[in-house]
């Protein structure tokens, strides 16, 4: 069983909707280090490319890909230059956020941060807030987990698999805010051992292993 390769932003083509980091970290550093790719969990969404990149400085590239015009392009290659330092709060604070991630749909691109209500997480939200440029198109959405929680259970899971030859990749899913546990075949046994141990954090998904090449 292989734990799942990579985070949203560079997005895994294989497999429906699931991501893989294994460290808050690793969630972030993808977003400011990935290509600009298309993810299957939330379609049109993108992983931004650094500062020095190619994708950062070929706007004509970016415009392509994201199917707008350059000027366009250029506004939000800035954009996301600027939003850097909020991104580096979100991703230093695993147990406050669930995460973060870009989405270009047409005209309404944005950078999403998922946020772990609570007044003991207010602190951390307010220093993004204030690192935010004006005008940022940022959205805050409430979710349940926290990063730190999802990177946990991805890494105790495989300790508390038996049998679970048919298991081949287990890894979070940041936009839906849970673990993604795919199996090449339905095991209801399985299923309701993981539901209990860790109730609507985890999710058990029928699919065929990728082919070798």
Same mark, same amino acid.
């Not at 602190?123 to 198109?137: F, M």
């Given at each position: 069983?292989?734990?799942?390769?990579?985070?949203?932003?560079?997005?895994?083509?294989?497999?429906?909707?699931?991501?893989?980091?294994?460290?808050?970290?690793?969630?972030?550093?993808?977003?400011?280090? %990935?290509?600009?790719?298309?993810?299957?969990? !939330?379609?049109?969404?993108?992983?931004?490319?650094? =500062?020095?990149?190619?994708?950062?400085?070929?706007?004509?590239?970016?415009? /392509?890909?994201?199917?707008?015009?350059?000027?366009?392009?250029?506004?939000?290659?800035?954009?996301?230059?600027?939003?850097?330092? !909020?991104?580096?709060?979100?991703?230093?604070?695993?147990?406050?956020?669930?995460?973060?991630?870009? /989405?270009?749909?047409?005209?309404?691109?944005?950078? *999403?941060?998922?946020?772990?209500? %609570?007044?003991?997480?207010?602190?951390?939200?307010?220093?993004?807030?204030?690192?935010?440029?004006?005008?940022? =198109? *940022?959205?805050?959405?409430?979710?349940?987990?926290?990063?730190? /929680?999802?990177?946990?259970? /991805?890494?105790?899971?495989?300790?508390?698999?038996?049998?679970?030859?048919?298991?081949? !990749? $287990?890894?979070?899913?940041?936009?839906?805010?849970? *673990?993604?546990?795919?199996?090449?075949?339905?095991?209801?046994?399985?299923?309701?051992?993981?539901?209990?141990?860790?109730?609507?954090?985890? !999710? $058990?998904?029928?699919?065929?292993?990728?082919?070798?090449?």
């Amino acid at each position: 069983m292989a734990s799942r390769p990579a985070a949203p932003p560079t997005r895994p083509p294989q497999r429906k909707g699931a991501t893989a980091p294994l460290a808050m970290r690793a969630i972030t550093s993808l977003l400011l280090l %990935g290509a600009i790719a298309s993810s299957s969990c !939330a379609a049109g969404s993108r992983a931004q490319a650094p =500062p020095g990149s190619d994708l950062w400085v070929d706007v004509r590239a970016y415009a /392509t890909e994201a199917a707008i015009g350059e000027d366009e392009a250029r506004r939000r290659l800035e954009m996301r230059r600027a939003l850097v330092p !909020a991104i580096e709060i979100v991703e230093a604070s695993p147990n406050t956020f669930g995460g973060g991630y870009f /989405t270009d749909q047409g005209d309404s691109w944005r950078y *999403v941060i998922l946020f772990v209500d %609570g007044s003991q997480h207010e602190a951390s939200r307010a220093q993004v807030e204030e690192l935010l440029p004006v005008g940022a =198109p *940022v959205e805050w959405r409430e979710v349940k987990y926290s990063w730190a /929680t999802l990177s946990g259970i /991805t890494t105790e899971i495989p300790n508390v698999l038996s049998g679970g030859g048919f298991v081949h !990749a $287990v890894g979070p899913n940041i936009q839906l805010n849970r *673990v993604e546990v795919f199996v090449s075949e339905e095991n209801a046994d399985f299923a309701a051992d993981l539901a209990a141990r860790y109730g609507d954090a985890v !999710a $058990v998904i029928v699919q065929e292993p990728p082919r070798p090449i």
